[in-house]
C-alpha cells in the first residue's frame, strides 16, 4: 500500500522522525508557555 505525500499517515510518520526535545522547544518558543508533544497530546510547562 503506497503512502502519498499529503496524507494523515505521511504527516506523521516525517513528525515522528523528529526529535521530540526539538519540537517541544520550537513550540514552546512560539506559546512561550506550553508545549505540545505531537502524537502524544502532552502539555508540558516549558522551563
Known sequence: ????VGTPQAAA????T?????H???VGTL???YA???GFGIDK???
Not at 500500500?1 to 502519498?4: G, I, L, S
Request: hydrophobic letters at 40%; aromatic letters at 0%; zero cysteines.
Open 45 to 47: 510547562p516549558t522551563p
Open 18 to 22: 523528529l526529535p521530540a526535545g526539538l
Open 31 to 33: 506559546s512561550g508557555r
Open 13 to 16: 510518520r516525517t513528525s515522528a
Open 36 to 38: 505540545t508533544l505531537d
Open 1 to 4: 500500500m503506497a503512502v502519498h
Open 24 to 26: 517541544t522547544i520550537v
